[in-house]
T-cell receptor, first 112, second 113 residues
Framework: AQSVTQLDSHVSVSEGTPVLLRCNYSSSYSPSLFWYVQHPNKGLQLLLKYTSAATLVKGINGFEAEFKKSETSFHLTKPSAHMSDAAEYFCVVTTSRNKLVFGAGTILRVKS | EPEVTQTPSHQVTQMGQEVILRCVPISNHLYFYWYRQILGQKVEFLVSFYNNEISEKSEIFDDQFSVERPDGSNFTLKIRSTKLEDSAMYFC???????????FGPGTRLTVL
């Protein structure tokens, strides 16, 4: 069965410093992987997706993620955090029937 | 840019009452989904729907739940007799084809008293 583990429930960074949100997945087949972001009182917005093309995936707002099969990881990074990046981030894996399996979420706090 | 919309944004109901949560998926999408997020817990899959029938449902989606596409634009989730534990944020999503990206609505916060 597919599953996702987000290794940090909270991450705090200073504005202008790099962001790293960690995600490990488990899948019995070649999965599609996603990062979604949820700002307070907003819906789930797609940041980026991996679907077995390039292993380094670029998303919106300067975020990117690297698929590493050997490590079963799909960590989300951004070179320089902005105040508007403060939100909850979800790593998501698909099942063979396109059901999404969500991680527990990582709350990103950006300090000025 | 097309988006998924959901109404109402917040619904308060008494235990035992029926509620209907409404969603308008993106117009050319064919696959529709409901997920929910109980406060402090993970987002969980409830049901997927294609070609006017349920494709897959989770163990959460029992006989108290039903989905319907009553016309060409709306997609609804009905809870027949709400329980306290149904209090959650309910998200609708849609995708163009089965293995494609799912786009989410803003959610309906259901509070059962």
């Amino acid at each position: 069965a597919q599953s996702v583990t987000q290794l940090d429930s909270h991450v705090s960074v200073s504005e202008g410093t790099p962001v790293l949100l960690r995600c490990n997945y488990s899948s019995s087949y070649s999965p599609s992987l996603f990062w979604y972001v949820q700002h307070p009182n907003k819906g789930l917005q797609l940041l980026l997706k991996y679907t077995s093309a390039a292993t380094l995936v670029k998303g919106i707002n300067g975020f990117e993620a690297e698929f590493k099969k050997s490590e079963t990881s799909f960590h989300l990074t951004k070179p320089s955090a902005h105040m508007s990046d403060a939100a909850e981030y979800f790593c998501v894996v698909t099942t063979s029937r396109n059901k999404l399996v969500f991680g527990a979420g990582t709350i990103l706090r950006v300090k000025s | 840019e097309p988006e998924v919309t959901q109404t109402p944004s917040h619904q308060v109901t008494q235990m035992g009452q029926e509620v209907i949560l409404r969603c308008v998926p993106i117009s050319n999408h064919l696959y529709f989904y409901w997920y929910r997020q109980i406060l402090g817990q993970k987002v969980e899959f409830l049901v997927s729907f294609y070609n006017n029938e349920i494709s897959e449902k989770s163990e959460i989606f029992d006989d108290q739940f039903s989905v319907e596409r009553p016309d060409g634009s709306n997609f609804t989730l009905k809870i027949r007799s709400t329980k306290l534990e149904d209090s959650a944020m309910y998200f609708c999503a849609s995708s163009e084809v089965r293995r494609d990206t799912q786009y989410f609505g803003p959610g309906t916060r259901l509070t059962v008293l």
